[in-house]
């Protein structure tokens, strides 16, 4: 039984946001339906009766990739995804698109909740272990009715350096001297979680809630399928 079996001193664990968390995914795709429905209202014409949400969403995407997901906020690219829609309907009315980033906003709020799993969790680690956020997004833990829980939270566009790039976590932890080995991230993406985590030296942990296939060839340390199963690992 060589070093490897002995538990590392783990000091501190960083959490994705979106998807492990909470739902964003459908958070967003409903709050899409809703400013869907609000746009087809207003113009009347073919286009807009035939947009789906993930037309919408393939808009925002594309909007993403050109002003640069995680040096961008969010909110400008979601803002620029509704300018691009309303004109994609060919839709010119004044304010409309102010209009629907607005109803957007609202719904996504309104939508948001954390999974089951996370508020008995995290009250079991806090006061054992700093707690983290290291996100490509822009929720906030209150967004979603988690208050005091998180000794720090980081977004993307504050460093300029999205994840799977390790300069985030650089970034997000410089300031206590914990060495990578000491910390645990955890997240639903394989690629910007799990790889970015191996690149800067950190212990990953891939949450897999749906039971997906991984044929990526990224390595997780472990694997879990529910928050639960973190009391385990540490």
């Not at 664990?13 to 958070?27: G, K, P, R, Y």
């Not at 969403?57 to 906020?73: H, N, P």
């Not at 290291?134 to 980081?154: A, E």
């Amino acid at each position: 039984m060589g070093m490897m079996d002995k538990r590392p001193n783990i000091t501190t664990i960083t959490f994705d946001m979106d998807d492990t968390l909470w739902d964003f995914q459908t958070a967003m795709e409903d709050a899409l339906a809703v400013t869907l429905e609000r746009l087809k209202e207003m113009a009347q014409g073919d286009a807009a009766q035939e947009l789906t949400v993930q037309r919408m969403m393939d808009i925002r995407d594309e909007v993403a990739s050109e002003l640069g997901e995680g040096t961008t906020t969010q909110e400008e690219i979601r803002y620029t995804a509704m300018v691009r829609t309303v004109e994609h309907v060919g839709f010119r009315a004044r304010g409309a698109a102010e209009e629907l980033y607005r109803l957007y906003w609202e719904a996504r709020i309104a939508g948001a909740r954390p999974y089951d799993d996370v508020n008995g969790i995290l009250e079991a680690l806090k006061g054992r272990f700093r707690l983290g956020i290291i996100s490509n997004g822009n929720n906030t833990p209150q967004m979603v009715g988690m208050d005091d829980v998180f000794d720090f939270i980081v977004f993307a566009h504050e460093c300029g350096c999205p994840k799977p790039d390790p300069r985030i976590f650089e970034f997000a932890l410089a300031k206590f001297g914990d060495e990578p080995g000491q910390v645990m991230h955890v997240g639903d993406n394989l690629r910007s979680d799990v790889l970015g985590a191996n690149d800067y030296g950190a212990i990953s942990v891939w949450l897999n809630r749906d039971g997906a296939l991984n044929d990526t060839g990224i390595v997780p340390a472990w694997e879990i399928t529910g928050l639960a199963e973190l009391l385990d690992l540490v």
